[in-house]
């Protein structure tokens, strides 16, 4: 492979497309040649073949996400708001690792924490992210991409914020810590709030709930645990505040509602 000292913010919304019978291309006067690797750091963009809509074969630049998974890197935005979502792909800002305070998910977002990075977010009276009832967040991982995400007072470190239903929440990869503020769960419902549907496809989670919120499920007060389904080769390990389950309800909560499958 080599080294050519890019971004892959530099191929964002360039329209690249490679056409058979070329063998590399430019953007912004960077040289990419076909079906090499190619990379800032360890942060990956690829060269491939793929076919078109009329099953014509063309070469295009694509992310690698992680579990086989490769998005056109044309499709993928920066984080650079507070807001995520509308069905979008999103990677952090490359250059170093990030922090943000807060992120908020629109409808279904698609992250990618990117090759041995650290995406930190903190919320401040607020979910470090907030996916509510109707949010969905999937979470992709080049190896090495971590990400941290820790609740304000009464909110999640990943779902609702106080009252507020955690959404679904699909982890397929990287690392994943979750820590809920008081009352609240590491992944799940804010404070006096239901945690909604979490599943771990991949990757390695690790979620700890405030005082009374469960590790993934619910939260301190009258709350129900939701589902955790945990595909095989995944690594999961939920701590719950105090009187609070790893998993499953808050205090003075009940079980999960559709239970636990591993």
Known sequence: SKNYGFKISDVYDKGVTLTSGSSETKVENKTFVFDELIHSEDSFVRIGWDKDEYGEAQKWVYADCGNGVRVPARTISAVSTNAIGWGGWYLPDLDSNVTRSGLTVNGTANLILAANRTFTVKGNGTPGIH???NGVLNIY???GGQLVATGGDGCAGIGGSSGV?????NVYGGTVTAKGGNCAA???GGK?????KVTVFGGTVKATGGTGGAGIGGSGGSSNGGSLTVCNGSTVTATGGFDAAGIG???KGGEPSSGIAV
């Open 131 to 133: 996916v509510g009832t």
């Open 141 to 143: 991982g080049q190896g």
């Open 165 to 169: 239903d955690g959404g679904t929440v």
């Open 186 to 188: 590491g992944i799940g």
């Open 192 to 196: 006096n709030a239901n945690c909604g």
């Open 249 to 251: 309800g808050g205090k």
